[in-house]
């Protein structure tokens, strides 16, 4: 564990992200020995068209914690059980699963766990 005060801004992240088509991107920045991220989804975003080519795993692996800022995201996972979360949210969205995007608003959300390996090529 550090014993380092930190401090990194994510509007000027260690690593961006793209996903497919311009549809958003994943921000990240490791403070301490936490890999933090911002995940910015535009409207028509979905998993398994924007990331999974990317991944190249037939659902979502990577398990996700979080709160949503803004938008709304709908989570579909590989059992059939789905969940919409939105502004307010706290999340957890374990692996296997999809996502998309409703509304016509980005959908921003934090996610405190999941982002280390999301939307890295495999």
């Known amino acids: 564990m550090s014993n380092k005060l930190e401090r ?8 961006t992200r793209p996903f497919k088509d311009n549809t ?18 535009e409207p028509g975003w979905v998993w398994s068209k924007h990331v999974q080519p ?13 709160y949503v800022i803004q938008g709304r995201m709908v989570v579909k996972m590989d059992d059939g059980s789905e969940e919409e979360f939105g502004p307010g949210d706290a999340f957890h969205m ?8 409703v509304g016509d ?5 934090i996610d405190v766990a999941g982002f280390g390996n999301y939307a890295k090529p495999s």
């Not at 990317?54 to 979080?66: V, W």
């Not at 374990?94 to 995007?101: E, N, R, T």
């Open 24 to 41: 958003g991107k994943a921000e990240i920045v490791t403070v301490g020995e936490t890999i933090l991220g911002r995940g910015t989804f």
């Open 94 to 101: 374990p692996p296997g699963h999809d996502a998309w995007i």
């Open 105 to 109: 608003e980005p959908c921003v959300l």
């Open 54 to 66: 990317i991944a190249g795993t037939p659902s979502c692996q990577a398990p996700h914690t979080g």
């Open 8 to 15: 990194k801004p994510l509007n000027n992240p260690d690593e």
